[in-house]
């Protein structure tokens, strides 16, 4: 990666964003440490949060997680699993065209229906694939869903352990103590 990315798109990093499945607990860690990483280095952060049943939270209820936006951090909330109704999420993408964007999800569908909002004014997203690995996607995009191409070549991938040694080399900063993991493995 000679271009290290600024921005990061959290695709509904939530606990309920799946109805019925919980996400897997290496994958709340990454998005964890992806947060914490973009949040040091100063990236511009933007998340989609999908409305599900109300949760109230207290100072140390078992609800409060660090993957939860911050105040200075854009929301675009939307009802189903499409990301593509979440109001004013189209403009933003319109915004960071010609960009690389970092994304991250726990449903596989949440994400497609973004690489679908991207495919005409959008930026090219890079999948951080520790939070959703690629082989996540096989059984949400079957069929060439994107003008006859393979879903693969719609984004690229990257994964948080070289995330944060670009931005180490690039900054100088040291972000975060991570290993080399390979996802899947």
């Given at each position: 990666?000679?271009?290290l990315?600024?921005?990061l ?6 606990a ?15 998005a ?8 040091r280095?100063g ?14 939270r ?5 609800q409060?997680?660090?993957i ?6 854009q929301?675009?909330?939307h ?5 593509a ?6 403009n933003?993408?319109?915004a960071?065209r010609?960009?690389?964007v ?8 949440a ?24 082989q996540?996607?096989e ?7 994107f ?5 693969r070549?719609?984004?690229g ?5 070289r ?8 900054s100088?900063?040291h ?6 993991v390979?996802?899947?493995?």
């Amino acid at each position: 990666m000679t271009h290290l990315p600024c921005r990061l798109l959290c695709i509904d990093l939530q606990a309920d964003a799946i109805p019925g499945c919980e996400p897997d607990p290496a994958a709340m860690t990454a998005a964890r440490n992806l947060l914490s990483a973009g949040r040091r280095l100063g990236w511009t952060i933007a998340h989609t949060r999908r409305r599900t049943q109300p949760v109230i939270r207290t100072r140390d209820g078992a609800q409060g997680t660090s993957i939860n936006p911050l105040m200075s951090e854009q929301v675009f909330f939307h009802d189903g699993r499409s990301v593509a109704e979440a109001y004013g999420l189209a403009n933003q993408l319109r915004a960071w065209r010609e960009e690389t964007v970092l994304v991250a999800a726990f449903d596989p569908v949440a994400l497609l229906s973004c690489v679908l909002v991207c495919q005409e004014p959008g930026p090219r997203l890079m999948l951080v694939e520790d939070v959703l690995p690629m082989q996540a996607l096989e059984g949400a995009a079957r069929v060439g869903l994107f003008h006859g191409d393979d879903w693969r070549h719609s984004f690229g991938a990257t994964t948080l352990a070289r995330l944060v040694k670009d931005a180490g080399r690039a900054s100088g900063i040291h972000v975060l103590p991570l290993p080399e993991v390979r996802p899947g493995l």
